[in-house]
């Protein structure tokens, strides 16, 4: 039982008529909403901006230097192709790539073209160009216009509303604050002068010998906000994997894009070219500085070999003792060349105890060092101090891969130092061995004359140093030529490049169709919401759905000053209705009662279904088929049948309950032939214990015994239990619903009752039915004129409010919140 009234509820959950009719009933508001929308997608559309894009192909490789392949010691490694590949995207994408092209490209100035609707982006559109002097500060986020007068004078204005605002030093990369002239500014230029203003201190030069005049507008944006914007350039391996790189970036303006991707990979080339020539760099510098020195030794032992040949005539001795000379003079080149080394090796050591940055460190070779375990371990630890510089500009300081690169560092010098301790003491056993050799020559030369020793020792001072200035400058050519022949590692295959294709715009169209889509999706859903919060019976296909109680009857609705319309209407619809129900009734009674007096009863779920004036006109009914009838009425709480008649309440049932009169002075005459009133009276303060005492049902048999019909016109049968007790003496029980009043959720009252035989013979009364105006769909009753119930009686002068879904959806919130009875 209690699965099948659910089952019931539910049935009228959703209906698609409903849903319709409610749909139709909103074409206004799809018209209206459509006409809003389509205006606002024309106005959107005024506003789509074309998107462009540029891209360019650069390859990541390992280019050696093609002279020195084999020569390792001015040349390094950084890492292999893949590592390559990896730091690029990772520099690309990162804050200090894009100051240094956003400053070279001084990208933080934007060129404005006001539109109707919009400002775009005029970079490269403008007849002139700006050029900012970033070693001082400029105004920021003020727009300036600026009014082309002819080929050689231009106007700068603005306003500013006080006499200082807010500057940016794009050099410091700080904000500063300037001072401008308060109120209305204007001044006159001429192209290519320097304009020098505390606020704003650039050069504005013509693009062109000939210009057009007319009006732009310029300012000075975040510093930061342009970084962080190019930061977002995209990056993909193609193919997949590969060391070739598309660099991809879209916006406004495609001349922008061009000249950002353009640098970026040519600051890229210069850095990577840079990184690789970083030793031969380092190492032409302290060549540079050494060969000043030995420079300087070399002239004066030149000079002091002129003089001292003016003073003497030894060229003979001198040719005779050639070959002490010579073997002197090689030793002393060896003495310090191993010297050299032994220096280098303490500057070295010195360095790395000292220092953090290992990327300038002089090559080895620079001083004839060839060891290939000493160059191999400082080529290492450049390569992992380079490294971790790079990763520097993506990672936190305290990541762990820095920790990892440390230990790596510390590591290699590890090494070095060994190295260096092993190599110095293989050094001064050389120098050892060289000093005992050069002290055997120079024994064999002190046997000569002083003046020819003296001789001998300029000779040889002015021999060595020239050498040494030799080797120097030999060192030098090669890293020379090292530094020039080296190659950057990226290769630009295809720049970007304005081809001539337009840029993407989203399509108009779609603002037009979500238009149309959103103008028929507001009454769409705002009639599925009211059919799904509509908890009103609307048709007697709802009623069939929603209980198995059979439906007797349809009354229609049609307009009436008062409920007698079967009195006053007898050919009338609605009359017809009342004598079909009439009809169907004798299929209902109790078989004992077909030759004796029938007993009908009229109720429903609340006040204002239409019970009153169902039990006048179904009296009228069987009045005037010439049956004597008897209409009582028995809702003490609300009577109402008195005022259709035009008879006083002062005397009825509820005076005869409480043994005020007799039965006989309750009755009254209805003034339509064979038909009889018992009003129900005063309203009494206990309406239930009158109408549930032994009397109330003595009067209804005595009635039976005294008319051939009694209509009895009860309480609303889901607001109180007096209908039930009434129940128990009527032959049949004609429950009201009203269209489009009586709710869904009744219904179960009453089901539930009937289920468990508390009713018997009872059956529905569908009232207040307009088919035609509701849903435009007929139904089997046939009766397509209506009743409409008017000022008098049942409160029914509030029915056309009623009908407004405003109104159910009212009803359905206050069924919510408002407490049961």
Same mark, same amino acid.
């Given at each position: ?12 959950i959703?209906d698609v ?9 909103f ?7 459509l ?6 997608? &024309?106005?959107k559309?005024?506003?789509?901006r074309?998107?462009y894009?540029?891209? %360019?192909?650069?390859?990541?490789k ?7 392949t ?5 040349t ?12 690029a ?9 894009a100051?240094?092209?956003v400053?070279?490209l001084q990208? &933080?100035?934007?060129?404005?073209k006001?539109g ?8 490269k ?14 105004l ?7 009014k ?5 004078? $231009? ?6 509303s ?10 410091l ?7 401008v002239?308060?109120?209305e ?25 000939s ?26 391996q ?6 070739i ?21 040519v600051?890229l080339?210069?850095?990577?070219l ?7 760099v ?6 540079d500085? !050494? ?20 003073k003497?005539?030894m ?5 005779q ?11 002393e ?38 060891e ?17 510089k ?22 290699v ?10 190599s ?40 060595v140093?020239?050498?040494? &200035?030799n080797?120097y400058?030999a ?7 090292v ?6 590692d990226?290769y ?6 304005d081809?001539?294709? #337009? ?6 169209n779609?603002? &037009?169709?979500m ?21 009103y ?5 709802d ?22 319309i079967?009195?006053?209407k007898?050919? !009338?619809?609605?009359?017809?209705s009342f ?25 429903s779920?609340? !006040?204002g279904?239409?019970?009153? $004036? ?8 069987f009045?005037?088929s ?17 005022d ?12 005869y ?15 339509i ?19 549930? %005492?032994?009397?109330?049902?003595e009067?209804?048999?005595? $009635? ?21 007790e009434?129940?128990?003496?009527a ?18 009252v ?9 009713i018997?013979?009872? %059956?529905?009364?569908?009232n ?6 509701k849903?435009g769909? #007929? ?13 008098y009686?049942n ?11 405003l109104?159910i ?11 049961k009875?």
């Amino acid at each position: 039982m209690e699965e099948e009234k659910e089952i019931n509820s539910l049935s009228g959950i959703f209906d698609v008529r409903q849903f319709l009719s409610k749909l139709i009933k909103f074409w206004w508001l799809f018209i209206i909403c459509l006409g809003i929308g389509l205006s606002y997608a &024309y106005y959107k559309n005024q506003f789509i901006r074309t998107i462009y894009s540029a891209n %360019s192909l650069i390859s990541i490789k390992d280019n050696s230097n093609p002279l020195f392949t084999n020569n390792t010691s001015l040349t390094f490694n950084w890492g292999g192709t893949t590592d390559k590949v990896t730091t690029a995207i990772v520099q690309f994408k990162s804050r200090t790539h894009a100051e240094q092209v956003v400053d070279e490209l001084q990208f &933080y100035i934007n060129y404005i073209k006001e539109g109707d609707y919009y400002n775009t982006d005029a970079y490269k559109k403008t007849p002139f160009y700006i050029y900012a002097d970033s070693s001082k500060a400029q105004l920021s986020g003020k727009n300036i216009r600026i009014k082309v007068l002819d080929q050689e004078r $231009f106007e700068l204005s603005s306003n500013f509303s006080s006499s200082t605002v807010s500057g940016y030093h794009y050099g410091l990369k700080k904000s500063q604050t300037v001072t401008v002239p308060e109120g209305e500014w204007k001044k006159q230029f001429k192209f290519g002068d320097s304009i020098q203003l505390p606020f704003l201190n650039v050069i504005i030069d013509k693009r062109t010998e000939s210009i057009k005049t007319g009006e732009w507008l310029f300012n000075f944006g975040n510093y930061w906000g342009t970084v962080n914007k190019y930061k977002s350039i995209a990056i993909r391996q193609e193919p997949s994997g590969s060391s070739i790189l598309l660099l991809s970036l879209s916006g406004g303006n495609k001349q922008r894009l061009i000249d950002y991707i353009n640098t970026s990979s040519v600051i890229l080339e210069r850095g990577e070219l840079e990184r690789k020539n970083k030793f031969a760099v380092s190492t032409i510098k302290y060549i540079d500085s !050494s060969l000043v020195v030995q420079e300087k030794a070399l002239k004066k032992s030149e000079q002091d070999l002129e003089d001292f040949k003016d003073k003497s005539q030894m060229l003979d001795a001198v040719t005779q003792n050639s070959d002490f000379n010579v073997k002197l003079t090689e030793f002393e080149i060896q003495k310090r060349g191993i010297q050299n080394k032994l220096n280098y090796y303490d500057n070295l050591n010195n360095y790395l105890l000292n220092k953090t940055d290992y990327t300038v460190i002089q090559a080895p070779s620079v001083v004839g060092i060839e060891e290939g375990s000493i160059s191999a371990a400082v080529s290492r630890l450049i390569q992992l101090s380079e490294e971790r510089k790079r990763r520097e500009f993506a990672m936190r300081a305290d990541a762990p891969v820095f920790r990892e690169l440390d230990r790596d560092i510390n590591a290699v010098k590890d090494v070095i130092y060994e190295n260096i301790t092993s190599s110095k003491s293989l050094l001064n056993r050389e120098l050892s061995i060289l000093y005992g050799q050069i002290g055997k020559v120079e024994a064999l030369i002190k046997k000569l004359p002083k003046e020819q020793q003296e001789f001998l020792k300029i000779q040889r001072q002015f021999d060595v140093n020239q050498s040494t &200035y030799n080797l120097y400058m030999a060192k030098r050519t090669e890293a020379e030529l090292v530094r020039a022949a080296n190659v950057s590692d990226v290769y630009v295959i295809d720049e970007a490049k304005d081809t001539g294709g #337009g840029g993407t715009s989203r399509d108009s169209n779609i603002n &037009y169709l979500m238009a149309l889509l959103i103008g028929l999706a507001i009454p769409v859903t705002l009639a599925f919401i009211l059919t799904i919060l509509d908890n009103y019976v609307h048709s007697p296909k709802d009623v069939e759905k929603l209980s198995k109680i059979p439906l007797i009857g349809v009354v229609g609705k049609m307009d009436h000053p008062t409920n007698l319309i079967v009195k006053d209407k007898p050919k !009338s619809t609605i009359a017809e209705s009342f004598r079909g129900i009439r009809s169907s009734l004798h299929f209902l009674y109790n078989q004992e009662s077909l030759h004796g007096s029938r007993t009908i009863m009229v109720t429903s779920s609340v !006040s204002g279904e239409g019970k009153t $004036f169902t039990s006048i006109n179904l009296a009228t009914v069987f009045a005037l088929s010439g049956k004597r009838t008897l209409l009582v009425g028995l809702d003490l709480r609300k009577p109402k049948i008195f005022d259709d008649f035009e008879i006083d309440n002062d005397l009825g049932v509820s005076n005869y309950l409480v043994n005020d009169c007799s039965l006989n002075e309750i009755i009254r005459s209805a003034g339509i032939e064979n038909l009889d009133i018992a009003l129900s009276g005063p309203v009494p303060p206990n309406p239930s214990e009158l109408i549930m %005492s032994k009397r109330a049902g003595e009067m209804i048999e005595q $009635f039976k015994k005294d008319y051939d019909y009694v209509i009895l016109d009860t309480p609303p049968l889901g607001l109180v239990a007096d209908a039930l007790e009434i129940a128990k003496h009527a032959d049949a029980t004609l429950y009201m619903i009203r269209q489009e009043y009586t709710r869904k959720a009744m219904l179960d009252v009453v089901n539930e009752k009937y289920n468990r035989k508390e009713i018997d013979n009872l %059956s529905f009364v569908f009232n207040y039915f307009n088919e035609r105006g509701k849903y435009g769909y #007929g139904y089997g009753y046939g009766y397509g004129y209506g009743y409409g119930y008017g000022a008098y009686g049942n409160g029914y002068h509030e029915n056309e409010n009623r009908n407004s879904y405003l109104s159910i959806m009212k009803k359905w919130f206050k069924s919510i919140f408002k407490p049961k009875a």
